[in-house]
């Protein structure tokens, strides 16, 4: 053998060894189980195999995540949490706490984040000052999502922008035999849509007061009242295969053409984009009636535990480096249906609905009226939202409660939370 062929060689099995050598695991869990948000994690899972790292995938189904903040809570307590999970919000606080929680300060510097991340975004990922967690997007709540043939069919195209001409879009719909208001009845989607008809309803002002300070004249007021009038309202243009339907499953119906319009955060964009779909042809995308200057926000992130395996622990660094970098912020907000956390991002590819959520997110910080969704963790400790959680669907399937005792009822529920 040559000694060019017998070097070659060499460096082959050199190379070969060194890249198994750094190949690590990382176990996620999550809660992306519908069609667009599985298509927007296997961005993440792509670029974590050109990486040549494996992903063990810990899915726990379950919209606005609920269910999987249990089984991660349970699997933390036995001493087997995964590399890393999705989290939002203050629960991040709180995990940091437990003391199970891994330092990225060191991709963090290298990746230099702290200059990346508008700073209010990146103290949120931070516990005692350092990093914890990666935020991947920004998905805007205050969305209606409309099928835009049954718009101009009943409504002649006009987007309803205050409560009156919401109904009456929503009485020519079902006049016309279509379903007005596609919602699937669980407790994180009522509180979804009952915090946007608050907004609406009682303005960004009044919301922060309510649902951030939690004080108690903004919540025992008219303006609560009015808004848990206003959830009764829309029951009356649902359909009967409403309780306990999957939002995904809600957003098909707009999809298929059965139904006129679902109150639902930008994730839905998601389903359209896997669908083929697209704003302003197939459907429109449009504040909530009376919350066109706010914006209603939720972060997404990737929480990281402590881990022993010096080879995991690279993949997990890897995994961290990857969620905040651009090209993934680009390519997984592009089918996720949110947009990127990281403000250099570039916005070309993005849809009109994306550009309208980047505009409003900009104006809406400036203005006052950027205010956190409590129905996704942004706001409020899980006690308290679980309290508030607990009345608004209560209140949703109780038709002998009247709103003025909910309210009442809301208030002494918030007051007792721990
Ligand atoms: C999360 C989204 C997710 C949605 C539905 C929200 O709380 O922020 O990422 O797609 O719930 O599960």
Redesign the pocket.
Known sequence: MSKIKKNVIKLTLLSTLCSTAYAGNVEVLH??T?GG?AAALKVLQEMMDEEGHSWTDFAVAG???ETAMTVLKSRAISGNPPTSSMI?GPEIQQWGELDVLENMDSVAKAENWDNLLPKNVADIHKYNGHYVAAPVNV?RINWMWINKSILDEVNKGEVPTNWDDFIAFLDNASSAGYIGFSHGGQDWQDATVFEQIALGTGGAKWYKKAFVELDDSAINSPEMTKTFERFRQLKSYMDKGMPGRD?NLATAQIIEGKAAVQIM?D?AKGEFTAAGKQPGKDYICAAVPGTVDSFTF?V?AFMMFNNQNPKNSEAQKTLSKLLVSKTFQEEFNLK?GSIPVRPDVNIERFDSCAKLSMKDFKDSSSSGSLVPSFA??MAMTPDVSGAVYDVVTRFFNEDSMSAKQATTKLASAIKSAP
């Open positions: 809660y992306w519908s948000e919209g606005g995540g939002a998905h939002w955060g994730w939720n997404d996720k996704h963790a």
